[in-house]
């Protein structure tokens, strides 16, 4: 019990200092003194290093996500949906807002953006086999639903919309963990409405022309 309090606690502190100051920009003398410990032994004893933190940080982060988009998706298709562009976006987004209960809730999000910011690779290889089986059937979906546009078009769109839903989504919670200017737009669901919506319309907007 003891070994797994203070697990949880070196990890919660690493991930809100990652996120907030990325991977390179924190030691682990920050990251022990965040977590309440004594020393920096605890960290090396329940990790090795702080890469291998990392990586479990990111994995953990990644697993959370897609478990909550393959539930959703189950839900939904067991329906006969989804029914539309904006019903698979409601997935794939709200998937990755996590519980105000879970300690990760304001971190998750801005955890990969600050670390693929710095080593996309380290990114890339850690989360390579953690599955993304919602993310790919969310993508299955919206290609099919976008089949009507040409194949550079389509991957165009599907790119752009991820890099905007992720920094929207990121600046959600900065927005949450910090109370500033852009912390009322985010009250309520009208902003996440917004959001999706605009999404929605980065997808299925007029081509672009010569």
């Keep these: 019990m003891a070994k797994t309090l203070t697990q949880n606690k070196i990890k919660v502190a690493a991930q809100k200092l990652f996120a907030e100051k990325g991977m390179d920009g924190v030691s682990v003398r920050e990251i022990v003194a965040a977590a309440g410990q004594k020393n920096m032994a605890s960290l090396h004893y329940y990790f090795r290093t702080k890469e291998d933190l990392a990586r479990v940080l990111l994995l953990d982060a990644a697993e959370v996500i897609d478990a909550e988009r393959v539930r959703l998706m189950d839900a939904t298709e067991a329906k ?96 949450k963990s910090v109370t500033g200017p852009e912390t009322p737009l985010w009250e309520g669901d009208g902003m996440m409405k917004e959001l999706l919506k605009t999404a929605e319309n980065l997808l299925l907007g007029p081509t672009v022309t010569d």
């Design 80 to 175: 006969g949906g989804p029914n539309s562009v904006y019903e698979v976006l409601e997935i794939f987004v709200t998937s990755s807002v996590l519980s105000n209960n879970d300690p990760r809730s304001n971190s998750n999000v801005r955890l990969f953006l600050q670390t693929f910011q710095t080593d996309a690779e380290f990114v890339q290889k850690t989360v390579a086999n953690s599955g993304d089986i919602g993310y790919f059937r969310c993508l299955a979906h919206l290609k099919e639903m976008m089949s009507h546009l040409e194949d550079a078009t389509m991957k165009r769109r599907i790119y752009l919309m991820q890099h905007y839903v992720y920094n929207a989504l990121a600046a959600r919670e900065r927005a």
